[in-house]
């Protein structure tokens, strides 16, 4: 299993982002977050490798229909048992 941070920045927010994003990983079997910043929306994602890399693409994409991803990054994390599930903060 492995964890990454990403911090996505366009139009993500007032656009059911973070919804979209739960979405996604509840379909992928990701679990971890993810919760507004000030202007971004940062998303904590654990699961298999496989699985990331098609929630990073489809989450820098776009989740929502509104929503526009301007540029995003992405750091590994350590792995936390405590996400059990994907959660919208």
Do not use: C
Not at 16 to 32: C, E, N, P, V
Request: proline letters at 1%; hydrophobic letters at 35%.
């Amino acid at each position: 299993m492995e964890a990454k941070l990403i911090t996505l920045s366009g139009r993500v927010q007032g656009v059911g982002f973070r919804y979209h994003s739960k979405m996604i990983a509840d379909k992928l079997g990701i679990t971890g977050y993810a919760k507004n910043l000030t202007e971004d929306v940062e998303i904590m994602a654990q699961g298999d490798k496989d699985a990331l890399e098609t929630f990073i693409k489809e989450v820098s994409e776009g989740a929502s229909p509104g929503s526009s991803v301007e540029d995003y990054t992405v750091q590994s994390v350590d792995t936390d048992d405590k996400y059990q599930k994907f959660k919208t903060l």
